[in-house]
């Protein structure tokens, strides 16, 4: 005869046995979902990562302010401490780089625009504006870590008169003796052949000189960063013009005949209205 107890003894068995398997289906269904989560989060990270590329994992930064306020830098563009620059001995002009407070996990987004630093050991030279954001004026250094995010760059953006012109920062880099402006020999520029008119009719009036495109203005930098960037994406070479509380992104220095083409250029891939003035 079964007894009672071997009764209930079975009827807990039962119980528990279905219970860890409920308990085992469970865990399976929480680790697929952790998976795909994972899985998905790698799948929206990559294109990101893959537009970015760590220029250092851990180098030290400087930053110049007042003392070179106005200077010209190797870029051309005259020095503004109040606005998200950055020297670098090496990369082109115009790559937007993300530096990182390794201290104080702080964050600047700048825009190459120099040559620098020329100190042994350091890597990046930061405007006064990024250092504050960095939270390292107090400091004068800071061990940051360098990532590229966007603009391949390049290395032309020169004044509109060809004139290459030494760094901001090297002025007293060794000494207080001001550096002395490089100058290099005006491009050429080939202006275009001129044709005959019909009997009765003017001859075309045929341009000539340099001109300058304006694409925007901004009162934030940020704006003007980020259609620098843009512009930069799309193999353009920018650069800025302060003009009071104004910022404006241009494309300067450009011949007489290169100017159709561009603009063409720039009107295919969506950039308007912009202005065009002589320079």
């Not at 989560?37 to 799948?43: D, N, P, Q, T």
């Not at 350091?122 to 990024?130: N, P, Q, T, W």
Request: net charge neutral; proline share 5%; hydrophobic share 40%.
């Amino acid at each position: 005869m079964i007894s009672h107890f071997s009764l209930q003894n079975d009827d807990r068995k039962t119980r528990t046995a279905r219970e860890g398997s409920a308990s085992r289906d469970h865990r399976l269904i929480q680790r697929g979902a952790l998976m795909i989560s994972i899985i998905c989060f790698a799948l929206l990270s990559f294109p990101l990562a893959a537009e970015s590329e760590i220029i250092k994992l851990e180098a030290v930064a400087s930053y110049y302010g007042e003392e070179f306020q106005g200077r010209p830098t190797s870029s051309g563009e005259i020095f503004d401490m109040n606005a998200l620059t950055a020297a670098h001995k090496t990369l082109p002009f115009g790559t937007m780089l993300e530096v990182t407070n390794l201290e104080n996990g702080r964050k600047s987004v700048v825009r190459v625009n120099d040559r620098g630093p020329f100190v042994a050991g350091r890597e990046l030279d930061v405007s006064k504006a990024a250092a504050y954001e960095l939270g390292m004026v107090s400091t004068g250094t800071a061990r940051v870590s360098i990532r590229r995010i966007g603009g391949s760059g390049s290395d032309t953006l020169a004044p509109a008169d060809g004139t290459q012109v030494a760094s901001a920062t090297a002025a007293t880099a060794a000494t207080t003796t001001p550096a002395t402006p490089v100058a290099t020999a005006a491009p050429t520029v080939t202006t275009a052949l001129a044709t005959t008119a019909p009997a009765g009719q003017a001859a075309p009036q045929q341009m000539s000189g340099q001109w300058r495109i304006q694409l925007g203005s901004f009162y934030k930098e940020e704006n003007a960063t980020r259609l620098s960037a843009q512009l930069i994406k799309d193999g353009f070479n920018p650069a800025f013009e302060r003009n009071g509380t104004m910022i404006r992104v241009v494309l300067a220095g450009i011949p007489a005949n290169s100017l159709p083409v561009l603009k063409n250029k720039l009107d295919s891939a969506g950039y308007g209205p912009y202005l065009v003035r002589e320079e």
